[in-house]
Structure formats: C-alpha cells, structure tokens
C-alpha cells in the first residue's frame, strides 16, 4: 500500500523504471556487439566473448554507466552508437499519466539516474518527459552510483529529502537495497523493466508492473494498493 498522503516528495530511477529497459539491453547485448565486431575484424560471438567479462568486471561501478569510458576501452563512439537506434528508446505504458498525476498531487518529482549525462540528454531528448521533473540529477553528478551508500549521502546536500516521507521507484535491487538501508521508508520495485522480458518475481521488496497500479482510481483517497509478486 502506497500511503499517498503521507508522501511529499518521489524519486524515480529512469532506465527499467520509466523507460522500457529493452533499449539498453539490445544495445549492450546486441548492437555494441554488432559494432565491435566489425571495428575490430571479427566475429559477433567473438566479440561478445570478449565484451561480456568486460562488462561484468564493471557492473555496479560508474564506469559501467559511462558513455566516455567505454568509447576510450572499445575504441566506439558510444554516443553515436545509442543514435542509430534510438527509434528503440520508449516510455513505459501509464507513465505519462502517472508523472501528471504526481504533478496534479503537488508531489515534489526527481529523476534519479546512474545513466552519463550524455545519455540522459539523449533519452529527454526522445521522450521529452523531462518537463514533468522538479529536477534531473544524474550519479555521475555525485561521484557514486546509486548502488553507493554514498551516493544517498551525497545526495542530501544536492536534494534534501525527509526518509521516512519520500518514495522512491527503481527497477534494480542492489539500488532498492542501498536507499533502503539508507533509511528510505518507501521503496517500490519494477518488476517488468524490459517489455520484451517476463514479470520478475520479487519478494524482497513491494513490486509492481505497472503505473496504473498505483495511480488513485476515481472516488479512491491515499492508499493504493501494490502487487508483492
């Protein structure tokens, strides 16, 4: 249950959460791949051998989120690799109504994201949802991930914010957990970040599909009700 009256302020991660993590996933699972290979003369399951231990050395990190570091690791212009398929970025489904409903409530919005400065101008730049935000705030900004306790520390100074009234929506677990030991009253998990993927199963945390399923219906008052699956 989402106790709305109880909430001033909503942070909300980007990547899964707001926009369909199908994107990010074929980009790094499919194009970079695609790319490598042709730069470096091989083939795409050679490259793929090659890139994945890369990656994974340096999930968690801001490195993993950085458009600059891996264009000087891969010798690719990240950037410009994301353009050629960013027919594929896309809003999630109730998220448009959802952010105009947050507004409507006098809810105090901020996108938090572990996505490059670079990649978050890209991304408002597609779905111009950024006007629906009191503020963007970007890891990179802050010098940790969100996975960081000292990404929360650091962002009290740039956002402060009451714990125990905020609510915070993100798709990723090690993130989830993090804002959650960090004293985050609210904590809401995604459970279908990638559309082209099946529902999650989560129990660690509250977990929804969808917007709509904590969006106040008609004659309802604050408290919404949550899927735990």
């Not at 699972?29 to 042709?38: D, S």
């Not at 994201?113 to 970007?138: E, S, V």
Request: glycine share 4%.
């Amino acid at each position: 249950m989402i106790p709305w009256h109880d909430i001033d302020s909503v942070f909300l991660d980007m990547d899964g959460t707001l926009l369909d993590l199908y994107f990010d996933n074929h980009f790094w699972q499919e194009h970079v791949p695609l790319r490598y290979a042709e730069h470096h003369n091989m083939s795409i399951e050679a490259a793929r051998a090659e890139l994945v231990p890369r990656f994974r050395e340096k999930e968690g990190t801001l490195d993993w989120y950085c458009v600059e570091y891996w264009s000087r690791e891969l010798k690719l212009d990240i950037i410009a690799l994301k353009h050629e398929i960013n027919h594929l970025i896309a809003v999630h489904d109730h998220v448009a109504d959802f952010l105009e409903w947050l507004r409507a409530a006098d809810k105090r919005v901020v996108l938090l994201t572990n996505a490059h400065t670079r990649t978050l101008d890209l991304k408002m730049q597609i779905t111009g949802i950024d006007h629906a935000f009191d503020t963007l705030i970007c890891s990179h900004e802050l010098g940790f991930p969100k996975e960081d306790r000292r990404f929360w520390e650091a962002l009290t100074g740039k956002e402060p914010f009451n714990r125990e009234s905020t609510l915070f929506i993100d798709d990723s677990l090690p993130v989830l957990r993090a804002a959650h030991d960090y004293g985050i009253q609210h904590i809401l998990a995604v459970s279908k970040p990638d559309s082209s993927r099946p529902v999650r199963r989560i129990d660690e945390f509250m977990a929804i599909e969808g917007f709509n399923e904590i969006m106040p219906r008609s004659g309802e008052t604050g408290m919404i009700p949550g899927t735990a699956d």
